[in-house]
């Protein structure tokens, strides 16, 4: 390359005039200026004339089956239901709303029976791919059906969440639905206090907007595993309803392909699906990255439980940023074990890692995994092959039995409810498990694998509250997770003993390299190099107050302390530098001091610290002879805890749905006897401070 030489005092006159008067005093001078010009120049520029971001890189994580420069199809078809259904001759719309991706299954699985069974043409709808309002201008030609997931305190899922707003503030407008016709079904979990809050809600509102119920609202409760029973009856109904008040005919279908699937010869897209990539639907997420695991500690081991602490570094994604309080979605991969029993089988093992397309038969079907990759990718990183089979999934496998025996062994499990019940009870059943289980000599070759791909769940991200203050470390978050390994008996006479492992937490634990001191082993991931992690970050409404001297009451069980660690954390900082805070009571439970009180010593540097502004309250459930547990504690302390609620505290709850249900009794309890208020009186107390955000909870199971 030819050089170009610029003579040093003619840099400032061309950059700007004014800098003319700047001449450098010597040499060393002039290459100083120089170098400060060019880098200013340089920041100035970055985005526009170097380093620009890949445009493509998003889809890689987003949209995995989509081709970089391809549009959306989603995104040119229109936002009108009316208008879609219209368009594409539909008889009915089955609208989702999907956290996990199991109203999501129900709703494409209900969609296709109702097309193939009874010639109903059906729409699967993500709610937030259509303008909510248009759901008025459904002909009563027509209907609809919901089917909607409850999660947290009520909450509704992220698509749905437009949906939500417009019913609730449609109930002040005074809209009128009476051309609607529909059906509801709402998963929810009785653990939980707000149990199928959603579907309730919308079902309603929808009554109060005049439209028209075909059948009562159905519910599934996940509490003892019944969602999929639930389903099944509820839809058992539905189709009695199509036989009977429709008057439509009834036709016996055999299994038909949603998707056409064939092994391919390797081509230049291959590399595309190389590492895993994932599908995000929110806008309440952050983008998709592996995030580099800066280190890991154990915080404690004890029988078959261990916990890690694991900090994950952003500074290589300057988009990425996190708020205390928030989630990250971790993403695993699914048990080499597990995906080498289900390839073997299939019959398939040979075949592992030829190059596999997978594309729709129809505009109408969705495609949840690449469009190419291999059958190791796909088992490892897009299904949920490690969750357990329904009782309808193990009648659906009859017809592709690979002998008379293993026929017989799926009626006998799918037919009989109470033998099903027992086996689930004390095995985990999973897809490669049963197959395995029916038939232990003969592969099941007949088996499509579209079936596969259509029936099981996408791998879903697992979410963990983040355990560090954006304040003190904004470039570093951490997680505190509990490993879990259950050991159940063999699902039949002569097998070992089955070992259950926590995927996402055994993941964690795999990936942070750390030895194991728990009596089961853990399981390995070979493909993992110890460094990364696949996840993004979820916002969260678990925050704490504006101002730093509002009073907090934090209530925690286990690991359910993560996000109060950076609570407290966040404020003992602030104290630290000046800023008022207010005074803090942390009720925390655990089995024992010496076993599983984790972040005990940080939680006495910040009492040290805070002094009489932390108080800690203890409880431990396996020591002394009674069991105490921390919802027994805040019962004990309950007219303190009312007393600092009257003078403006904020409340937090965080751990298992059972243990929040159980401190919400407490308290009202006390709210009850010290205000001598009426059962309704003091669900509408409660009710007021968490409308006003003064009283969240954040659980599960």
Not at 372 to 377: A, G, Y
Not at 543 to 572: H, N, V
Not at 582 to 604: A, H, N, Q, T
């Amino acid at each position: 390359m030819e050089s170009i030489n610029i003579p040093i005092t003619d840099i400032s006159s061309t950059f700007h005039p004014l800098l003319q008067t700047l001449q450098p005093s010597s040499t060393a001078d002039g290459i100083a200026a120089l170098l400060f010009l060019l880098t200013a120049l340089g920041y100035l520029t970055r985005g526009r004339l170097w380093e620009k971001p890949d445009p493509y890189y998003h889809l890689y994580f987003e949209r995995p089956q989509q081709q970089p420069g391809q549009t959306s199809a989603r995104s040119q078809t229109s936002r009108n239901i009316a208008q879609r259904l219209e368009e594409g001759d539909h008889k009915l719309v089955v609208f989702w709303g999907s956290q996990s991706g199991t109203a999501e299954r129900f709703a494409e699985q209900l969609g296709r029976e109702c097309s193939a069974r009874f010639g109903l043409n059906s729409l699967v709808a993500d709610l937030s791919d259509y303008d909510v309002e248009t759901v008025a201008l459904i002909p009563q030609s027509r209907f609809a059906i919901f089917i909607l997931s409850t999660y947290g305190e009520g909450d509704p899922s992220d698509n749905a969440a437009g949906f939500w707003d417009w019913i609730k503030k449609a109930q002040d407008q005074g809209v009128k639905l009476d051309n609607l016709r529909y059906l509801a079904f709402g998963l929810g979990n009785s653990n939980y206090k707000y149990y199928n809050r959603v579907i309730d809600v919308v079902a309603d509102a929808l009554d109060a907007f005049s439209a028209t119920a075909l059948l009562p609202k159905g519910r599934a409760d996940d509490a003892n595993g019944a969602t999929e029973e639930d389903f099944q009856a509820w839809k058992d109904d539905v189709f009695a309803m199509f036989r009977n008040s429709m008057r439509l005919e009834e036709k016996l279908v055999q299994y038909q392909p949603a998707v056409d699937i064939q092994f391919t010869a390797p081509n230049e897209r291959e590399t595309q699906h190389a590492t895993p990539t994932h599908q995000s639907h929110s806008n309440t997420c952050s983008a998709i990255v592996p995030l580099t695991i800066k280190n890991s500690r154990e915080l404690f081991t004890s029988g078959d439980r261990n916990c890690i602490h694991m900090d994950l570094d952003l500074t290589h994604h300057p988009d990425i940023y996190y708020k205390t309080g928030d989630y990250i979605g971790i993403w695993p991969c699914n048990l080499e074990e597990e995906i080498d029993i289900l390839l073997s089988s299939l019959g398939l093992h040979s075949r592992k890692n030829e190059p596999l397309s997978i594309n729709p038969l129809s505009t109408n079907s969705k495609r949840h995994v690449p469009s190419l990759t291999t059958l190791t990718m796909l088992f490892r990183n897009h299904l949920e092959i490690s969750g357990p089979v329904s009782r309808k999934t193990v009648l659906e496998l009859a017809p592709f039995a690979p002998t008379p025996d293993a026929k017989a062994t799926i009626l006998e499990l799918g037919q009989n409810k109470d033998r099903y019940a027992e086996l689930t009870a004390n095995t985990h059943i999973t897809l490669a498990r049963l197959l395995q289980l029916a038939s232990p000599t003969e592969p099941w070759t007949n088996f499509p694998l579209s079936w596969v791909i259509e029936s099981l769940l996408p791998l879903q991200p697992r979410y963990y509250s983040i355990s560090s203050s954006s304040v003190i470390s904004p470039r570093k978050l951490a997680i505190t997770a509990l490993v879990s390994n259950r050991a159940l008996s063999a699902p039949s006479p002569g097998q070992q003993t089955q070992t259950i492992h926590g995927l996402t937490s055994n993941y964690l634990l795999s990936a942070s390299s750390l030895p194991s001191n728990s009596p089961i082993p853990t399981p390995t991931y070979n493909h993992l190099d110890g460094t990364k992690l696949f996840a993004h970050i979820r916002k969260s409404k678990f925050k704490l107050p504006i101002t730093s001297s509002t009073p907090l009451i934090l209530i925690s069980a286990g690991t359910g302390f993560a996000p109060f660690r950076a609570f407290l954390s966040e404020r003992s900082k602030l104290h630290s530098i000046g800023k008022p805070v207010g005074k803090m009571v942390l009720f925390f439970g655990c089995r024992s001091p010496d076993e599983d009180f984790i972040y005990r010593e940080e939680l006495e540097k910040m009492k040290e610290a805070l002094g009489e502004r932390l108080e800690i309250v203890t409880a431990f459930s396996r020591v002394g002879e009674g069991k105490t547990y921390v919802q027994d504690r805040v019962g004990e302390r309950g007219r303190e805890v009312l007393e600092m609620l009257d003078s403006g505290a904020s409340l937090y709850v965080c751990g298992k749905a059972s243990m929040a249900r159980e401190v919400d009794g407490r308290i009202e309890e006390v709210v009850k006897e010290r205000k001598g208020l009426a059962d309704a009186a003091v669900k509408e107390w409660t009710d007021g401070l968490k409308r006003r955000g003064k009283w969240r909870a954040d659980v599960w199971g």
